[in-house]
């Protein structure tokens, strides 16, 4: 039976509202993570008379280093996100596809995947390859807020609006306090069950999201404010009988060898954390910053791994 047009009208708005359920804070800050001269050549916001690059920059930027470098998954899921952000939608589905194949265990990747063929259809609907990318994000984490009110949209639209309704308000108990969506679903539910006559009044007003998380997704920023494993003691007695000069040379030849050891072996990713807090807390902002580049393009097809790296980044400052 077909939909009315007020019922089509409600999904519409439920699919736009989806828009916002960007999981986890991305910005052009994300982009720094790129190498080579081109990003040595971005300006990076915050720092004095500087401004961050503008998305079509950024989408440049990436499109020579993928020229380059094509088996960069994070890469691909940045131009991904930038393309969706211009309204390519088409483009930005390409774009996960190939992060997705490069990184098939990736739910961030597939559930971005689903979010672009959704908007790159008749914006009426959850076809069936958005759907396929959804269950598959969820295969890889169960947890996955994105696919899960993609595929709620999904099942309002096929006429189980209660179905719908249900799984939006599991999925606002999971939803994080200070998240810029949970207004938004609660909206949704809302909106779906007084088009639909259900009465959800009482269940909406006991409604409560879970506790705030300030953004962060991953263990990343708990595994740089921990403490680090310090030196033996051996170690410790010897820079307590040098100088206050000498000591900060140990400390630094320290920090060095722990950027020697993630050379020979750079698929430590707790190890890039622990040497960009370091660097920020030698005051070396700029070795910072290149420990960030460097762990980013170890983990490059970690999509898991590089947003630990990322998040603990933006958690020191850097």
């Known amino acids: 039976m077909a939909k009315s047009a007020s019922s089509m009208n409600i ?7 989806a828009a916002l359920l960007v999981v986890g804070a991305v910005a052009v800050k994300a982009y720094r993570s790129m190498n080579g001269d081109e990003a040595a050549s971005m300006p990076v ?15 440049a930027g990436l499109e020579k280093k993928l020229q380059e470098n094509p088996d960069d998954a994070e890469s691909w899921r940045m131009l991904g996100w930038s393309y969706f952000e211009t309204q390519k939608f088409a483009e930005s589905a390409t774009a996960m596809k190939r992060a997705t194949t490069l990184d098939p265990d990736n739910p961030e990747y597939w559930s971005m995947l689903g979010e672009a063929l959704v908007m790159a259809s008749d914006g009426q609907q959850v076809p069936p390859d958005a759907a396929a990318a959804f269950r598959n994000a969820l295969k890889h984490d169960a947890k996955d807020a994105r696919a899960r009110y993609f595929l709620a949209v999904q099942k309002d639209i096929s006429g189980d609006h209660k179905g719908a309704i249900n799984d939006w308000f599991v999925l606002l108990a999971d939803t994080p306090a200070d998240a810029p969506y949970a207004a938004d679903i609660r909206r949704v539910i809302g909106q779906v069950a007084e088009k639909e006559g259900i009465d959800i009044s009482a269940r909406l007003a006991k409604a409560a999201p879970a506790a705030p998380t300030g953004g962060i997704t991953t263990d990343g920023p708990a595994v740089a404010t921990a403490a680090i494993p310090g030196p033996s003691r051996e170690q410790m ?9 000498q000591q900060e040379a140990m400390i630094a030849n320290m920090v060095d060898g ?13 190890g ?12 070396q902002t700029v070795q910072a910053k290149q420990a960030l580049d460097r762990g980013l393009q170890a983990f490059k097809n970690d999509g898991a791994e590089a947003k ?6 933006a958690a020191l400052g850097v």
């Open 237 to 245: 007695k010897e820079a307590a009988a040098l100088p206050p000069g």
């Open 272 to 283: 890039w954390i622990m040497l960009i807090r370091s660097r920020m807390q030698l005051g």
């Open 11 to 17: 999904s519409r708005i439920a699919l736009i509202i």
């Open 308 to 313: 630990r790296i990322r998040e603990a980044a």
């Open 258 to 270: 722990l950027d020697k050891r993630l050379q020979a072996n750079p698929k430590d990713a707790n």
């Open 45 to 59: 916001a915050g720092t004095e008379n500087e401004t961050a690059p503008s998305v079509d920059e950024v989408i």
